[in-house]
Each structure stands twice: as structure tokens, then as C-alpha cells.
């Protein structure tokens, strides 16, 4: 049911669109319109003010409210997917990012809306609205939101990492997270070792910072550590990034051997090692972790809160030595002015300690497996394979029949509505050409008949 003020708001609209207020022409004044329409004069203030603020009308001092010009009409390109855009590590991104609702989006990497924890995060908003003044106003403290990084603290302990809150900074999200490491970390130049295939905006962010990337191929217990050792005696890499828990786009998991052979490798050639958590909670039990085993000697962790908690609300972290993380909150200061928002931090918070939240997550866990053996039959059915199958998480990697070219998929698939995640905007080497990842959560019957279709 609409308020009186969005009844007004919604009139002044219908005129617009009818054309009987034009471009130029005055509105009613406040009190003709409060008569007409039977409220008060402050309702139409307010519905004027609010409509002023979307930029419908404008104000004149002295004289009253005024028609704005008209908008732009929306061009049909302006709305439409671009399948001219050359597939490369932007493309899902942009694809799915700026898709419609009417798209659907298996190649997407979050989960869809109604699998959040909604209500949880409702009753942390309206929680937030009796915050402090300075809570809703004010720049972020440098190291973010003590509350939540003693949260985060309690929470690595449990799991056999040593790090206290001083030790973790909190970030506007994980992107800026990396992006700030390689600031920090990084010359143009300085070469960057990545799995292959790995996270594409990991690539899109290391070309940002003009670093030369090398890859090593990864496999469903970890990096292949003989051309892992291989590529750091040959090209020296300052930094290796990578997923930990449930890897991207693979679903793999670390194994114990692997993770300690790469840290012996790392010690001995002098590797730092950013190790991005951001699936951490979809894991049914906790795999190894670089950042534990190593105690944060050469080990930084990262992660965020947008894939189990909320997109919308940006937040993510960095833990690392003392001594860096001290460097790392000048660096934010420098490009940020702060920490993240506190609103979003605060909201994070609240949300993490909502009785409900770890059923949520539990809830969350059996949903997505059950998900995922829903959907392996008819991928199988189509010919379409996993390369391995994932403990947890949303992603399938797949490799398509002989001979299909997953470009070639994605893009016929994009002209019938459906966002697809290509294989080598994944690769370094354009070596997953038949392969693609899947997100189970986006996938339902209408992806499935495209699929077959373009498959054909």
C-alpha cells in the first residue's frame, strides 16, 4: 500500500508520462495540489522535494516547481547484451553485471537473491537505524570496524590461525583487497604466478597493475607442484594468488601434501602468497590453509563477505604480519581516506551474529549439494562432464562434448537470453577452450533446453 506522499509522486509521474504537465511547465502549487489530491501541504513538500531529488522536476526560488526536460529515450542497444564484446577475463563480469532481470545467469558467480539471509539482514538494517549519528555519517575508522575484526579473529582461532585483530584490516571488498596488495606488493613488471585456470578477475587486476602473469596448471588436489617449482625457478614471481577452501572456477580442494609443498617451495624461492577464503563457508568441513600452516609469514589472507552474507553490502579483509599491515593502512588511507563503510561493516557484523546465520549457512550447504546432484544427470545427459566434483559451493567445471567450443556456446546461448562463463576467460594459456563453470544455484530447466540447443 503506497504512502500518501508516493500517491502524489505517483500522479505527478502519470502526468508527465500522459503529457499533460510538459517540460517547462509549472506544477499545481503545494496548496491547490494538497486540495486536489486531499492531504496536507507538507505530503506535496515532500513528494515535490522527493521528486525534485530524482531529477522529474526542479525547483525555482521564489517562483515554485517546474517540469525538468525530458530524459533521453533508452536506445535498444543501451539495453541489450553485447555479443560483439570480445570474450576475454571482462566478459562474464560485464555480461552478468549489467543483465537484466529477464536474463538468466548460470554463469554469474553469486548465489540468487531469495538464497541470502534476508531476514537476518532486514532486522541488522533496522537495528542500524538506532546507530549513533556518527555510525551513519562519518569516514571509516583506518583499520575498519573493531566489533567485526575481533569477530573475525575469534573465528581464525578456532581454526589454528593466531592472528589478532590489530593484525586484520578491514577493506571496501575483496577486489580492493588484491587491489591494494598489489599496490603495495607490486612493481609494473614484477611477475605474477596464477593458477590456470583461476578466478578472471585475478588476471584483470594484475594486467591494471602492469604485472607479467605466468600460470601453472591446476589440478583436483592443488597447483601441479613439479611445474609449480618449475615456474618459480625460471621466472621468479614475487606473488602467487590463489583460492583457498573451494577453489575457483574448479571447485578443488587443497590437500594436505600440496599445500605443504607449496610453502616449502614458496620459503625456498622467496614467494609471497596471497590466499583469497572468500568460499570458506560452503565448505562442509575445513580443507588446509595456507595462511594456518604458515602462521602469516609469508601467507596473506583474503576474503569478503558477498558470496554466503551479501553482494550489496561490500566489506572484505586482509590478515597479514604487523609490519604490513601497518603499510597497508597508509596505502588505504591514501586511496580510500579510511576504512570500509561503516554502515556496511556494521551491518556485517550484525548479521554474522544473528542467531540465525549459521543455520543459514548449514541450510545453505545441504541446499547447494542437493542442488548440484540435480543438475549433474542432465548436464551428463548432454554429453556435458565435471572435471572433478567439488566438496561444496556453487561452481561445476565442466568439459563440453569433443569438438564444442565453449566461446562459441556462450555466445549463442547470450543471443537466447542466458549469461554462460566460457572456459578461457578463466586461462592464462586459452587452454579450457572446451570447458565452462556452471553456478548449480542459477541453473534451472530454461538454461538447460539453451544449452541442448546450442549444443546441437
Not at 614467494?271 to 563457508?281: G, K
Not at 546461448?413 to 562463463?421: D, I, N, Q, S, T
Not at 541453473?443 to 549444443?455: D, I, W, Y
Amino acid at each position: 500500500m503506497p504512502t500518501r506522499t508516493e500517491a502524489v509522486m505517483a500522479a505527478i509521474r502519470r502526468r508527465v508520462a500522459s503529457r499533460s504537465l510538459t517540460p517547462g511547465e509549472k506544477l499545481p502549487s503545494i496548496r491547490r495540489f494538497a486540495r486536489d489530491m486531499q492531504v496536507s501541504p507538507s505530503t506535496v513538500v515532500e513528494a515535490y522535494d522527493r521528486l525534485a531529488a530524482e531529477g522529474l522536476i526542479r525547483s525555482r526560488p521564489g517562483s515554485g516547481f517546474y517540469v525538468a526536460g525530458s530524459p533521453a529515450p533508452v536506445a535498444p542497444r543501451d539495453v541489450e547484451p553485447r555479443l560483439d564484446r570480445a570474450i576475454d577475463p571482462f566478459w562474464v563480469s560485464r555480461q552478468s553485471l549489467d543483465a537484466g532481470p529477464e536474463m538468466l545467469k548460470p554463469g554469474c558467480g553469486w548465489l540468487p537473491a531469495d538464497w541470502m539471509p534476508n531476514a537476518a539482514i532486514r532486522r541488522a538494517i533496522r537495528a542500524l537505524a538506532r546507530a549513533d549519528d556518527a555510525v551513519l555519517t562519518d569516514y571509516g575508522a583506518t583499520r575498519g570496524s573493531p566489533t567485526l575484526r575481533r569477530l573475525l579473529a575469534r573465528q581464525f582461532a578456532a581454526e589454528g590461525l593466531d592472528a589478532g585483530p590489530e593484525q586484520i584490516l578491514l577493506t571496501p571488498s575483496g577486489t580492493r583487497a588484491v587491489d591494494l596488495l598489489c599496490r603495495f606488493l607490486l612493481n609494473p613488471g614484477d611477475t605474477v604466478l596464477v593458477d590456470d585456470p583461476c578466478y578472471f578477475n585475478f588476471q584483470a587486476l594484475l594486467r591494471a597493475h602492469r604485472a607479467k602473469i605466468v600460470s601453472v596448471p591446476y589440478t583436483p588436489a592443488g597447483p601441479d607442484i613439479a611445474l609449480f617449482n618449475e615456474a618459480l625457478a625460471t621466472h621468479r614471481p614475487r606473488l602467487y594468488i590463489t583460492n583457498a577452501a573451494l577453489h575457483n572456477p574448479t571447485g578443488a580442494t587443497l590437500s594436505p601434501s600440496t599445500a605443504h609443498r607449496v610453502l616449502t617451495a614458496a620459503a625456498a624461492h622467496d614467494l609471497t602468497i596471497v590466499e583469497d577464503e572468500i568460499f570458506a563457508d560452503f565448505e562442509p568441513e575445513p580443507s588446509p590453509r595456507l595462511a594456518a600452516l604458515d602462521g602469516l609469514s609469508r601467507v596473506i589472507r583474503i576474503g569478503s563477505f558477498s558470496k554466503a552474507l551479501s553482494a550489496s553490502i561490500r566489506c572484505g579483509y586482509i590478515v597479514a604480519r604487523p609490519d604490513w599491515i601497518e603499510s597497508l593502512i597508509d596505502l588505504q588511507v591514501a586511496t580510500n581516506f579510511g576504512g570500509p563503510s561503516p554502515v556496511a561493516a556494521e551491518l556485517v557484523a550484525a548479521t554474522l551474529t544473528d542467531g540465525s546465520y549459521r543455520k543459514h549457512l548449514a541450510g545453505l550447504r545441504n541446499r547447494l549439494a542437493k542442488r548440484r546432484r540435480e543438475i549433474l544427470d542432465p548436464l551428463e545427459g548432454l554429453g556435458v562432464v565435471p572435471w572433478t566434483l567439488p566438496r561444496g559451493g556453487f561452481y561445476l567445471w565442466c568439459r563440453l562434448p569433443e569438438g564444442r567450443d565453449a566461446a562459441e556456446v556462450a555466445k549463442a546461448a547470450l543471443r537466447e537470453g542466458v549469461v554462460l562463463a566460457p572456459g578461457n576467460v578463466f586461462s592464462v594459456t586459452q587452454s579450457a577452450g572446451d570447458l565452462m563453470r556452471f553456478n548449480v544455484a542459477q541453473m534451472n530447466a530454461q538454461v538447460l533446453r539453451v544449452l541442448a540447443q546450442t549444443l546441437r
